[in-house]
Every structure is written in C-alpha cells, then in structure tokens.
C-alpha cells in the first residue's frame, strides 16, 4: 500500500486536459470532476484507460448520459384513478382493463334532489389540481459540432457553445443577410481569428469608423490589398497606418465586433469544417467563456426579445445541470448572479423583466436558454369544454328546471335563449349510488402527512453584517475587511450564519438574501468610496459562493460529506481565476507586453502552482524583457526545466528552451529542444522552420 501512495499519477479528462503528476492522496481533490472516461499515466506518455487502474476506480465517477424523450413519453398524461376521473368529470382518464359495466340511465328532472349533492359537489371540485407549470424534456448535448445546419434551429449562441465545450478545432461559417459569410476559427473550444468577406465588416472599414485611419487611406491599403494578394493586416503595418503598440487591442476589438455580428445572426445556414488550421496571425482572444458572455451582453435587446417572443409569458425553470458548460464558467456579474439566484419556477419571463433590469434579464434569460441552464415551462391549458368543467363551490348544481307554459308574450325572449340540454354523463350520479367520497381521496392526506413531516422551525437571520449606529465609511471598510478574512476562513455554514445540524436549503436562501441586502455592491452608489464597493463585491461574492453550496440539498448533501472525510478541497474558483490570468498574460506576451503578462503569470502561479505551462512562459517573459539576455538566461532557462520536470510533455517548455538556447549561442541544445518539440507534435511548424534555418531537416 506504501508504494501504491507513493506512485505519481497522470489523469486526461475525455475534454484532453491533463492533471499531474499527482500521488493518490492529492487525486482525491479531483473526485467528483473526473468520469470513467478518463485515462490514466505513470509516465505522462503511455495512456490507458482509467479503470484498469485499480487503486483510481473509486475516483472514477459514471459519465452523465442523457436519454431523448420520444414524442409519445413527452406528451403522456398523468395518470390517475378510475374513480377519481369518474368523480370530477375527466373523460381522457387512462382506461383500466376491467369489464365494461352498462352505463346508468340519467335521472328525469323531476327526480333530482339538489340539496345534498349541492353540499358534496364542490368539496370535490375545489380539491381538483389546478394546471401547473410542466418543464420541457431537456435536450440531449450534442457530442461535436454538426458539419452544417439551420442557425433558426441552432443559434450561434448555441453553436460557440458547442465549440468551447467539446474543444472543438475547426472553422464555423456563418452566413450573413446579404449571402456574405462570417468565418471563426477555433482551437480547442477557443477562437483565435475572425473573419469577413462582407466590404461592411471589413478591418479597413472598422477602422475608419472608429477614427484611426483616414478614409482615403483605408481605401488605398484596400486597394493595394486586392492588387497584391496579401492579408489587409500585412499592408497596414506595411503603410505604418496601425500603430504597433496599440496593434493587439485594435485587432482584439475587431474579434469582439465581427463576433457581435455573429451572434446576432438569426437568419441563415452554417458549416463547419473540422480541424481546419487556423489562419496565419491567429492568436487567443481571450477566456472562451467569458468573450460569450461579454458579446451576448452587447446584443440589442429589443431584437433579444423579439427573439423570445411568447415564451417569456410561461414560467422560467432550471435546467438542473443539464446545460452546456457550467453556469461559473460564464463569470456572471453580480446583477445577473442576484437574477439567477431569483428564479425559481414559478415566475415568467415578464415578471422577471419587470422586477430586474430589462436589458440585463432578457440578456441573461437568452444565453442561459440558448445554453440550456435555464428552459421556459409548458403550461398545461385547461379544458374549455362546459361538460368537463368542475362545478364552483360558489354555484349551485346544474339541475334542468321544469319547462315553462308557453306564452306568446315572451316569444322573442325565449328565442334568445339557448336550448336546454341534458345533464352531461360526467356529472355525478343520484346520492344514493355515490354518497360517499372515492377511498382515494380519503387515503391520500394521512399518507402525505406521513411522507412529508414538518419542517423543523427556522432560526433568526443573522446580523453580523448589520453596521452599528453612526457608522463612518471608513470604519465600514475596516469592519467588513475583518469580517471578510473571517468568511474566506470559515466553511459555508458561517458564512451564511447557519446551524450544520439544523441547515436547510430554505434557511439557506434567506439568510443570502438577508446577507445581501448590506453586502451587495449596489449599495454603494458614491464613486468616492470605491474601497468600500470593493470589499462588498468580495463578500457579496463569498455568500453567494455558500448558497450555491448550500441551497440545493444534493449539494448541501456532498459538501457535509467532505467535511466529514476532512478532504483537502480544490479551490474550482482559483484554479479558474489562475487559467484566466494566464490566457490574459499569454495575449500580452504575444503583444510584446512583457511587463505586464510578467505580472499576471506571477498571480497565475500564486492561485495555481501545478500548471508546468505557467512557469515555461513565466521563464520566456523573463528572458524577452531583460536588457542582458546572456546574464538572465539562467534564471529564465530554470523555470523552462522546472517545467519540465513537473511535465516532461510540456510543449512550451522545450520550444521556449529551445529559442533561449539559440540566442545565447547553444545550437545544439536548441537543436535538441526542437527535435523533442517534433517529436509531440510532428507539424509543429515554428520548430520545424528554426531547424531549417538551423540547417537541418
């Protein structure tokens, strides 16, 4: 058992991200985010299947399936009792297989006797459950992009999606109004170019409209683009029209509009190419995520709402986990957290834009539609058919009244009125065949007082956020800085002011709102007290973190049982935060902005320090910003080895080496570099093109 603890482990989810090398014990962090599809190394080289390892099975949780409902499963009816349906008039009640007993003749008028079945009729009527609110089957999640499609039934919404949760490589074409095209290249679930052939949506036409390039000069760069066949970016710098310095957050805000555009396509076809290599000059835009949630936050919302249309008058419900990607990852702001957190399925579309932010709630409700987290509810319609009408506790029984004599003075009158017509069969039958209930309803409250208990009293809110009297900003900032360090320490339960013992899900959303109504920081309207919004963001942030926990009860249910085995839990929010600074640090790197992607690696590898690529390009940034590249080639080459060792595989770290070792004259190390970058990726053709130069093929 000793050696088996010693053993380092490397893990590859079935989305291709790599964990280690970790021991047993620290795999146990991972539980629950890894499925039996993963595979498993003691090398980081040869994979095999998780499961024949089987000291790693009981981390192996079963991958999620999700079953299509046919058309016949989506549209059965509930099923109720015979008698029941015979009680209250149902007439589409599910048959029962017992032999068919001749129906009883109707009473005459004259012989029916209101006075007792006026008394029973409504008791029964009123216990009739109204039509409620029933949630559509959710949708399967495609395996891969489809090759091509209708984006009136996959949006571009759904279709970005789709690319960032199956770490798509490709190109997606999206076809635009006037037959133009839209083309994104994505790399594993990224995109990296956008592109146009519409004259509108052109780089040169941008540009001009935003004022940094005159108008007779982008014409000319397009001209001289057509004539010489090179890329409009190429002949910009060419004509020196781009500044160099500001290249990469122009290029950037280009990516951001033409993606705007795309998104807003509603209209047309789309192909997709898979593996299609990215064009030349591509480079990461940005958090995946986090650009769909920025670009869907830019969208016209009158169009957004024609877009939802009649379905924002049913009920909004959650999906329950049944969407694409994870709600955290969308990096949701604290307005849309607060909208989110509100939904509860029994409010619609409409009240939810009344009571919130129009333009932030239909904004939300649609990426989250789109992504499948949240769905409009089917409301079930009741039935207009006067006979399968339930009769009113307020009204009295239909009973057909004797005929009148006839009087010629009344003629017209009597012509107005409807024909009488006789007693529907779903009406009940004489007292003395039914006078007493059927033995279904007088079964089924005993039984759920038996099932459901009674909750166990709530305790008062908390106030330990309440300010006292007379309370100067300053000392707020002081007093919630305190309480914050406080909160980062305690679990959940203290976060939110509850009892473990005697914590519900119902206690837990109304302490959080309780808690937010001093903690948000939209309580904070003066610009002046910036300090102040800050510490309330990072609060409001921390209690809403323990509610997302604790105020479902299967998730209350897993958290109570990592305290209880006293497991070294991960920190999802930091290892998320470490990738987001380090895709940042990686743009500006790449925009020769080494001071300030320096930094960013810096907290990259403070809220992550198992990431081997963090501290290849930490050494890169290093060796690119120093004046005396020979005097810091040692320090930067230490953090590419170190990296190395952490993962052998690590590509960064082999070429970055490699590049160093050429600039401080060590050709055969660099060589060596190279050839080990080919060996993980044969088309690797930056390291193909220096060992060309090099003189070696």
Aim: glycine residues 6%.
């Amino acid at each position: 058992m000793r050696a088996v603890a010693d053993k380092n482990y490397w893990v590859r989810t079935e989305h291709g991200r790599v964990w280690g090398p970790y021991t047993l014990e620290k795999l146990e962090r991972l539980r629950g985010q890894l499925t039996d599809k993963a595979e498993a190394s003691l090398d980081g080289q040869n994979w095999q299947p998780g499961a024949s390892f089987p000291e790693l099975r009981d981390l192996l949780a079963p991958a999620r399936k999700i079953e299509k409902r046919g058309p016949e499963a989506q549209q059965q009816a509930p099923r109720i009792s015979k008698a029941m349906a015979e009680a209250f008039g149902i007439k589409d009640a599910p048959k029962e297989p017992e032999p068919k007993e001749p129906e009883p003749k109707e009473p005459e008028p004259k012989e029916a006797k209101p006075e007792k079945p006026a008394a029973a009729a409504p008791k029964r009527a009123s216990k009739l459950p109204e039509p409620a609110a029933v949630p559509p089957p959710p949708a399967a999640v495609p395996d891969a992009l489809p090759e091509s499609g209708d984006t009136a039934e996959l949006s571009p919404v759904r279709l970005y999606a789709l690319a960032a949760v199956t770490n798509a490589s490709g190109w997606l074409q999206i076809e635009l109004d006037k037959g133009r095209m839209l083309q994104i290249s994505f790399r594993r679930g990224a995109p990296e170019h956008l592109s146009s052939d519409d004259p509108d949506l052109s780089l040169a036409r941008w540009l001009q409209s935003k004022g940094v390039v005159p108008a007779d000069k982008a014409l000319a760069a397009q001209e001289q683009a057509a004539k010489s066949g090179q890329d409009i970016v190429s002949v910009l710098f060419q004509m020196q029209l781009i500044p160099p310095a500001d290249a990469a957050r122009l290029l950037g805000e280009y990516a951001n509009y033409l993606l705007d555009r795309a998104l807003a396509t509603w209209r047309g076809r789309f192909t997709f190419e898979k593996d299609a290599p990215s064009p030349p000059g591509a480079f990461p835009l940005g958090a995946k995520w986090t650009l769909l949630a920025e670009s869907v936050r830019r969208l016209d919302v009158p169009k957004l709402r024609a877009r939802l249309g009649k379905r924002l008058l049913r009920p909004v419900v959650r999906s329950g986990g049944l969407g694409i990607g994870k709600v955290e990852e969308l990096a949701l702001n604290a307005q849309e957290s607060r909208i989110y957190a509100s939904i509860d399925g029994t409010k619609t579309g409409e009240d939810l834009v009344k009571s919130q932010d129009q333009a932030v709630t239909l904004r939300l409700l649609y990426m989250l539609t789109e992504l499948g987290h949240l769905s409009f509810a089917e409301v079930a319609e009741e039935d207009t058919d006067p006979e399968l009408q339930p009769v009113k506790p307020d009204t009295p029984p239909v009973v057909e009244a004797p005929k009148p004599p006839d009087n010629a003075g009344r003629a017209p009158a009597a012509s107005a009125v409807p024909p009488k017509r006789e007693l529907p069969r779903t009406v009940r039958p004489p007292p003395t065949q039914q006078r007493s209930a059927p033995p279904v309803m007088k079964s089924a409250p005993p039984v759920m007082q038996q099932s459901q208990p009674p909750a166990p009293p709530l305790r008062p809110p908390p106030t330990f956020v309440n300010p006292p009297a007379g309370e100067t900003p300053q000392a707020a900032v002081q007093r919630l800085s305190a309480l914050l360090e406080r909160l980062v320490a305690a679990d959940h339960f203290e976060a939110l002011g509850m009892e473990r013992k005697s914590a519900s899900s119902a206690e837990a959303k109304r302490n959080f709102f309780v808690l937010a109504k001093e903690l948000h920081p939209d309580t904070v309207s003066d610009p002046a007290l910036a300090d102040l919004r800050t510490v309330k963001e990072r609060l409001f942030s921390r209690i809403n973190e323990a509610m997302q926990a604790l105020g479902d009860d299967k998730k209350r249910k897993e958290y109570e049982e990592e305290l209880d085995g006293k497991k070294a839990s991960v920190d999802v929010a930091r290892i998320f935060g470490a990738e987001e600074n380090f895709q940042r640090a990686e743009i500006l790197i790449k925009a020769r902005k080494y001071k300030e992607g320096l930094e960013l690696l810096d907290k990259a590898i403070e809220m992550n320090d198992q990431e081997a690529e963090f501290y290849a390009w930490r050494g890169y940034a290093k060796f690119l910003l120093s004046q005396d590249r020979k005097a810091s080639y040692e320090e930067s080459a230490a953090d590419c080895k170190k990296a190395i060792k952490m993962q052998e595989v690590c590509l960064p770290a082999h070429l970055f080496l490699g590049h160093m070792s050429k600039v401080v004259g060590d050709v055969k190390l660099a060589q060596k570099c190279y050839h080990r970058v080919l060996e993980l990726e044969p088309t690797h053709v930056e390291a193909q093109r220096e060992l060309r130069l090099m003189g070696k093929k």
